[in-house]
């Protein structure tokens, strides 16, 4: 293709994207915008996957036979959740084994968020209230995000996302107003996640290595920053209702901007979490390599049934 034809190309791709169409697996697209989906998407997936390790943690030792269920019920819809997300990445043409072994080795990554234990169940409680209150906003804003699979994927996954963020929010609630040792496992739970939650929209727009070019071709439809300070506003009001202390001696309503003025984000520990170093980052690779190795033979048995399948298949067609 010569050089003119694919300016040409780029031309019509940003009209597109300008235009707020959705791009789909089998639109010219540049190469850097297929290779941005493919980080951005698959470390989304691989995010929901690895997730499903410090709440499945909690399946055996939920506190009654319903919040059991509704944990088992939220982990299944974590899997889920990655696997449609693998699916939108491989329409971009990188096979879900790749993925899985980038995963696997620590070359690509999943939210820093997972690689902090899950020490009490009131920690259930502050993941899907604020773990996944998080992801809810981040998530709304990506249904429209420029490739169509990825913004369609989203649709699917915030509707089941309320609910984890309901269901969460319901455990601290109960919890905040029972006796004071569950009072006082609901208020050690936010001391604990509260920050790692904020760390989930990523470093600061000024520090951030995508968001430029991510914005301008809608890949990213809100900034980090901006994100982030969605979730605050919205999070502050649910604790007050919760009578529980958000750890940061900053936090301030400021009436003139009408947003909540926080502290500072401890970008070392972001930093070191994202890098590998933080508390669980060796057990969840570990724990996943374990589950990878030990599920070979589910892998075999589905490929030979395949196999067999299209056997009867051919033969049936003779
Ligand atoms: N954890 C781990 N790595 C992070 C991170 C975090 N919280 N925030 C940023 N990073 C990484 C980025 O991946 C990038 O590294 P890379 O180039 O090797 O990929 C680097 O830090 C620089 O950060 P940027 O801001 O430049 O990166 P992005 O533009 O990708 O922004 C993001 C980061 C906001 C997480 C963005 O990728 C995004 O919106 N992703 C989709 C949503 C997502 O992945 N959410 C994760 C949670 S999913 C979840 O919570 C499941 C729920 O069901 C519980």
Redesign the pocket.
């Known amino acids: 293709m010569s050089e003119q034809e694919i300016k040409d190309l780029e031309k019509i791709f940003e009209e597109r994207i300008a235009n707020d169409e959705k791009i789909e697996p089998k639109d010219w697209m540049p190469e850097k915008y297929r290779q941005m989906n493919i ?2 998407i698959s ?2 997936a691989h ?2 996957i690895v ?1 499903m390790l410090p709440e499945g943690n909690w399946i055996t030792r939920a506190p009654s036979l319903l919040r059991k269920v509704t944990l088992l019920a939220k982990v299944q819809d ?1 899997a889920g ?1 990655g696997l449609y997300l693998y699916s939108a990445a491989e329409t971009l043409g990188i096979s879900r084994d790749e993925m899985y072994k980038q995963m696997l080795t620590g070359k690509a ?5 997972f690689n902090y234990p899950t020490l009490t169940w009131a920690d259930i409680g502050a993941i899907g209230w604020l ?2 209150g ?2 809810i906003v ?2 709304v804003s ?1 249904t429209h995000t420029s490739y169509g699979p990825y913004a369609r994927g989203m649709v699917r996954i915030c509707k089941e ?1 309320s609910f ?1 963020q309901r269901q969460g929010y319901q455990i601290m609630y109960i919890l905040a107003n029972g006796t004071k040792e569950q009072r006082e496992m609901a208020q050690d739970a936010l001391n604990r996640f509260w920050w790692p939650a904020l ?5 600061r727009d000024a520090d ?4 430029d070019q ?1 914005m301008k071709w809608k890949i ?1 439809i809100k900034t ?1 920053d901006t994100l982030r300070q969605m979730f605050v506003d919205q999070v502050v009001p649910q604790a007050d209702i919760l009578g529980l202390t958000i750890p940061d001696p900053d936090l301030k309503y400021n009436e003139e901007t009408g947003h909540y003025d926080f502290g500072e984000i401890d970008w070392e520990e972001f930093w070191q979490v ?1 890098k590998g170093h933080g508390i669980c980052n060796k057990d969840r690779l570990e724990a996943k390599n374990k589950a990878w190795n030990e599920g070979e033979w589910v892998r075999n048995a589905a490929v030979a049934y395949g196999e067999k399948q299209k056997e009867k298949q051919v033969k049936k067609a003779s």
Request: proline content about 3%; charged content about 20%.
């Open positions: 980080r951005q470390q989304h995010s929901e997730g974590e959740h990554k999943y939210s820093s968020i773990v996944d998080a992801a981040n998530q990506l996302e984890h760390m989930m929209f990523g470093p951030s290595t995508h968001t991510s990213k980090n994202v």
